[in-house]
T-cell receptor, first 115, second 109 residues
């Protein structure tokens, strides 16, 4: 059983470029969460998605950041016109159908470096 | 004040010692996670609990819902236990995790 997959594991971008981070949830999981870990800081919630729906985006920066989880394919976190402050580790987690609460399983993360 | 507070922030101990990491939270929760993160590595979920106590190998996690407090214990600690341990709570009525700042544990041989 494959766990949560994220790619790329490391991504280097120059200021102003776009970054696309991909997350494939565990088999049978239809809920995806994105978290960001800035250098020397704790993890922060960004967005929660189900297939084709954004459920909670209260942690997403208002500009340049977007997320999707299409019917087919991985979830994508997209950062447009990256700036140095976007350098961080971005983690994706997934969980199965929500009952009351479900354990979230984390991917290995994508480490974004903006030059 | 953060919604989730961990103590201590840093802990250094000798191999074999009994380790306790504490987590206090100030919000209503439906569950609490203990996570492990190795330097430069991914995040591994150690426990998810909503009441009582869970044990896995040398790791024990407890939670007291009334006192809004959880502890993670490591018995017979080993250098390979060196990592950052993170407490995260699942906010009641939501599906997002709120994280503590983490406890950096170093076990010396």
């Amino acid at each position: 059983n494959a766990g949560v997959m994220q790619n790329p594991r490391h991504l280097v971008r120059r200021r102003g470029q776009e970054a696309r981070l991909r997350c494939s949830p565990m088999k049978g999981h239809s809920h995806v969460y994105w978290y960001r870990q800035l250098p020397e800081e704790g993890l922060k919630f960004m967005v929660y998605l189900q297939k084709e729906n954004i459920i909670d985006e209260s942690g997403m920066p208002k500009e340049r950041f977007s997320a999707e989880f299409p019917k087919e394919g991985p979830s994508i976190l997209r950062i447009q016109q990256v700036v140095r402050g976007d350098s961080a580790a971005y983690f994706c987690a997934s969980s199965p159908r929500i009952v009351s609460y479900n354990e979230q399983f984390f991917g290995p993360g994508t480490r974004l470096t903006v030059l | 004040k953060n919604e989730v507070e961990q103590s201590p922030q840093n802990l250094t101990a000798q191999e074999g010692e009994f380790i306790t990491i504490n987590c206090s939270y100030s919000v209503g929760i439906s569950a609490l996670h203990w996570l492990q993160q190795h330097p430069g590595g991914g995040i591994v979920s150690l426990f998810m609990l909503s009441s009582g106590k869970k044990k896995h190998g040398r790791l024990i996690a407890t939670i007291n819902i009334q006192e809004k407090h959880s502890s993670l214990h490591i018995t017979a600690s080993h250098p390979r236990d060196s990592a950052v341990y993170i407490c995260a709570v699942l906010i009641q009525g939501a599906q997002k995790l709120v994280f503590g700042q983490g406890t950096r544990l170093t076990i010396n041989p």
